[in-house]
Structures are given as structure tokens and as C-alpha cells.
């Protein structure tokens, strides 16, 4: 499967921004998929998970209430609403895919990556 991330720009603290996570290749339904993120330097951070059926999802502490995982399996995307950005938002962003079942946190869990999308959140 093919992904390609989208929807990175530069907003102020407090704004919103929507990424977008887009399949190809393979029949995306199956798939559960993984946000990461990642600064410079840093390793590449978990940031939300969604499964496929019933769609479970889980974020991580540093984004819980501020950030939310969909996904529509018609369009083949999945989706992160990012809500109330701050300064420490701030990253590329990366959507990756699996077959495993259980709530993938791990970089290595995930088989598929696309190419990030930059954020950047200014105070």
C-alpha cells in the first residue's frame, strides 16, 4: 500500500489544522494506521492510532483532548484533527500502515510509511 500524508502548514498557537492520510494499492479497509511525528534530530514520536472495525483509537497523553484519529474507508483516508496547536506541535508529521492487530505505538510496528507533512505552530 501506498500513503501520502497531507494537509502540514503554518499556523498560530491555538489554531487547527487537518491531515490527511491517502491509500493506494491495496484494499485499506484492513489496514490499521498510525500517526507519528518527528523534529529534527528527535526520534519519531507516536501520536494517534486508529484500527480498522469497529475503528479503535487511541492518542497519545501529549495530544488527549486536543487531537482526534478518523478514518473513511470509502476514500481510502484516514484523518488527524489537530485542535487548540502548540508551539511543541511543531513537527513533520507521517501516517504509517499495518496488518497487525493490538494498538501499534512503536515506529517499528508499521510496515508502510508516506512522506511527511510539515507543521509548524508559532507562538
Known amino acids: 500500500v501506498q500513503l501520502q500524508a497531507s494537509g502540514g502548514g503554518l499556523v498560530q498557537t491555538g489554531g487547527s489544522l487537518r491531515l490527511s492520510c491517502a491509500a493506494s494499492g491495496r484494499t485499506f479497509s484492513s489496514f490499521v494506521v498510525g500517526w507519528f511525528r518527528q523534529v529534527a534530530g528527535m526520534e519519531r514520536e507516536f501520536v494517534a492510532y486508529i484500527s480498522d472495525w469497529p475503528f479503535i483509537t487511541s492518542v497519545a497523553d501529549s495530544v488527549k483532548g486536543r487531537f482526534t484519529v478518523s478514518r473513511d474507508d470509502a476514500k481510502n483516508t484516514v484523518f488527524l484533527q489537530m485542535n487548540s496547536l502548540k508551539p511543541e506541535d511543531t513537527a513533520v508529521y507521517y501516517c504509517?500502515?499495518?496488518?497487525?492487530?493490538?494498538?501499534?505505538?512503536?515506529?517499528?510496528?508499521?510496515?508502510?510509511w508516506g512522506h511527511g507533512t510539515q507543521v509548524a505552530v508559532s507562538s
Open positions: 504509517a500502515a499495518a496488518t497487525t492487530s493490538g494498538i501499534l505505538r512503536m515506529p517499528q510496528d508499521y510496515a508502510y
